[in-house]
T-cell receptor, first 117, second 110 residues
Framework: SAVISQKPSRDICQRGTSLTIQCQVD?????MFWYRQQPGQSLTLIAT?????????ESGFVIDKFPISRPNLTFSTLTVSNMSPEDSSIYLC??????????????FGPGTRLTVL | TQLLEQSPQFLSIQEGENLTVYCNSS?????LQWYRQEPGEGPVLLVT?????EVKKLKRLTFQFGDARKDSSLHITAAQPGDTGLYLC??????????FGTGTKLQVIP
């Protein structure tokens, strides 16, 4: 299993500003995923990030609002741009358990709890 | 849209009681995972089931995949406060994106 760290663990931001969340994995992985979660609720996939290509965004999420970088096989960033209180949530990154496996197992970072005032 | 409905949504029980959480869908999945998430942490993988009718045990936790691979259940025997958390099922269909269940929030009272 991969070990994943995220920075920051939490932040309180003013509306209109932007926050960049970092995700570091201890091994090389093909795909990284970014999710949003309201406390105690399910996960919503924001986008899938492959190294060397543009991220693939899910319906309801756009690159201008959530730009993603994937400069190498162990690192990714998600930026939440021009924040509003509706962006207050937990943001999680994850990776597949086994590259190329069809089992869809994922390993998650500890999450970033964002509060927008 | 593939939906995975979990029931119950919330569960508060006394230590020592048994409980079952259900994960249901109208879609067939090639694999199904169960995760547990504690406050301030990311979800942690508990188990993967891939064969219809498969039963897996993890100490006091028993997981079953439905015969038609559309549903699953998680049974906890003699629940302990350490079992408290958010339980999420997730269904996979090969190389398509994973669908997460609606979640079950469990509280075990000492």
């Amino acid at each position: 299993s991969a070990v994943i760290s995220q920075k920051p663990s939490r932040d309180i931001c003013q509306r209109g500003t932007s926050l960049t969340i970092q995700c570091q994995v201890d091994s090389q992985v093909t795909m990284m995923f970014w999710y949003r979660q309201q406390p105690g609720q399910s996960l919503t996939l924001i986008a899938t990030a492959n190294q060397g290509s543009e991220a693939t965004y899910e319906s309801g999420f756009v690159i201008d609002k959530f730009p993603i970088s994937r400069p190498n096989l162990t690192f990714s960033t998600l930026t939440v741009s021009n924040m509003s209180p509706e962006d207050s949530s937990i943001y999680l990154c994850s990776v597949e358990g086994q590259s190329g496996s069809s089992y869809n197992e994922q390993f998650f970072g500890p999450g970033t709890r964002l509060t927008v005032l | 849209t593939q939906l995975l409905e979990q029931s119950p949504q919330f569960l508060s029980i006394q230590e020592g009681e048994n409980l079952t959480v259900y994960c249901n869908s109208s879609s067939v999945f090639s694999s199904l995972q169960w995760y547990r998430q504690e406050p301030g942490e990311g979800p942690v993988l508990l188990v993967t089931v891939v064969t219809g009718g498969e039963v897996k045990k993890l100490k006091r936790l028993t997981f079953q995949f439905g015969d038609a691979r559309k549903d699953s259940s998680l049974h906890i025997t003699a629940a302990q406060p350490g079992d408290t958390g958010l339980y999420l099922c997730a269904g996979g269909r090969g190389y398509q994106k994973v669908t997460f269940g609606t979640g079950t929030k469990l509280q075990v009272i000492p």
